[in-house]
């Protein structure tokens, strides 16, 4: 099915350690965004890319580094986890400014 | 910073009643957008009005935008325990980039 497909769906971390979140998505949309969705607090914007090859810094970066070597992926990547780093991290793309975003599905982080 | 506030944070309401769901911003926006979530699930978009419009409708849901009060209505008609999930208001305030400030959310449940 067409869509944004999230890898992992579940991964528990020890603090320190690294890894990668991949988001892809068959829609061929330019525009593709990172958040983490925590209680109370809704979805905040990590880093987001405007094409191939494109990324930028969202409303909480830090910690977090992106790449977008190919239009259809979406990397978010932790060099070094830490337990404020639990979360649920949603990727989602979108065609153009102005149109909704497809969301994945979701990846549960816990960083012990 | 969150753009949105929602308002009430939780609601509930009986099968066949109607449902409305407030959303205030700060800023100037290009758009508004409303998702819903399943528990468990990725985001859902539900309706998309753009700053030059004052009313939509898609279905069940109604939408109104008054940009002078900065506040927008999500009103679900004839509600059915499948629109259980809670709803989250998304502005676009951006330049050419698609971002999306959420707001926290309204809860709805509907007893059958």
């Known amino acids: 099915n067409a869509g944004v497909t999230q890898t992992p769906k579940f991964r528990v971390l020890k603090t320190g350690q690294s890894m990668t979140l991949l988001c892809a998505q068959d829609m061929n949309h330019e525009y593709m965004y990172w958040y983490r969705q925590d209680p109370g607090m809704g979805l905040r914007l990590i880093h987001y890319s405007v094409g191939e090859g494109t990324t930028a810094k969202g409303e909480v970066p830090d910690g977090y580094n992106v790449s977008r070597l190919k239009k259809q992926n979406f990397l978010l990547g932790l060099e070094s986890a830490a337990p404020s780093q639990t979360s649920v991290y949603f990727c989602?793309?979108?065609?153009?400014?102005?149109?909704?975003?497809?969301f994945g599905s979701g990846t549960r982080l816990t960083v012990v | 910073s969150q753009q949105g506030e929602e308002d009430p944070q939780a609601l509930s309401i009986q099968e066949g009643e109607n449902a409305t769901m407030n959303c205030s911003y700060k800023t100037s926006i290009n758009n508004l957008q409303w998702y819903r979530q399943n528990s468990g699930r990725g985001l859902v978009h539900l309706i998309l009005?753009?700053?030059?419009?004052r009313e939509k409708h898609s279905g069940r849901l109604r939408v109104t935008l008054d940009t002078s009060k900065k506040s927008s209505s999500l009103l679900i008609t004839a509600s059915r325990a499948a629109d259980t999930a809670s709803y989250f208001c998304a502005t676009d305030a951006s330049s050419n980039t698609g971002k999306l400030i959420f707001g926290q959310g309204t809860t709805l449940q509907v007893k059958p």
């Open positions: 009005i753009r700053s030059n419009e």
């Open positions: 989602a793309s979108s065609y153009s400014t102005g149109s909704g975003y497809t």
